[in-house]
């Protein structure tokens, strides 16, 4: 098993985390582009926090289909890491497509499992290339979809769709880096929010 620190990253120019430092971090995904997404945020909000990535089942399809279809996959990917490791903490980051009659859309969510709740973000989104969304409609993967019209190997794992669709002025890990930070907020200001709060239109 993957053990990842960033301690040496510190917090400068940070909040940090309030409270108890979070000691172990589950990751529910081996893909090396959303561990390193992790590391980055809990370097800058916890650098004493040990990130382990874990493969674990999302509970949806491969192809997530639509807002509540992503988000039950980063949460289930969350919680399930954090079962299987025994970690204080579990984050979960669930890629998704969402079809419309006009098109379809590339986005993601990520959810996290603190000792104060479950707490997700939703990332910005990309519109998608008629020839991809069709596939996707007929039931493929976005990642090998991307893989065999561009000539990239495993999108997944590096640039990924978002990258080659914006020329890499936007690439995977940091928009899964923001989308993960967006979804940090309640736990590094808890003061401000309470429990039981739901994203719009999940």
């Given at each position: ?49 040990a990130v382990r990535p874990v493969a674990v089942a ?19 990917r969350a919680e399930a890491a954090r079962l299987a ?118």
């Amino acid at each position: 098993m993957i053990e990842r620190k960033r301690a040496e990253s510190g917090g400068a120019g940070h909040a940090g985390l309030p409270g108890a430092a979070p000691g172990v971090v589950a990751v529910g995904s081996v893909n090396p582009t959303k561990v390193n997404a992790v590391v980055q945020v809990f370097a800058a909000l916890a650098p004493d926090a040990a990130v382990r990535p874990v493969a674990v089942a999302s509970g949806v399809p491969e192809q997530p289909l639509g807002w509540a279809e992503t988000t039950r996959g980063a949460v289930n990917r969350a919680e399930a890491a954090r079962l299987a490791l025994g970690g204080a903490w579990g984050v979960g980051l669930e890629g998704g497509v969402v079809l419309t009659q006009d098109g379809g859309w590339l986005m993601g969510v990520a959810a996290v499992v603190a000792p104060s709740g479950c707490w997700r973000a939703r990332s910005g989104t990309v519109l998608l290339p008629p020839v991809v969304v069709e596939r996707v409609r007929a039931g493929e993967e976005l990642g090998p979809v991307v893989d065999d019209l561009t000539g990239l190997q495993e999108a997944k794992t590096g640039m990924g769709a978002i990258g080659w669709l914006t020329g890499g002025l936007v690439l995977r890990e940091a928009s899964w880096v923001d989308t993960l930070a967006r979804a940090m907020a309640p736990v590094v200001h808890p003061e401000w929010y309470r429990a039981g709060i739901s994203p719009p239109n999940a």
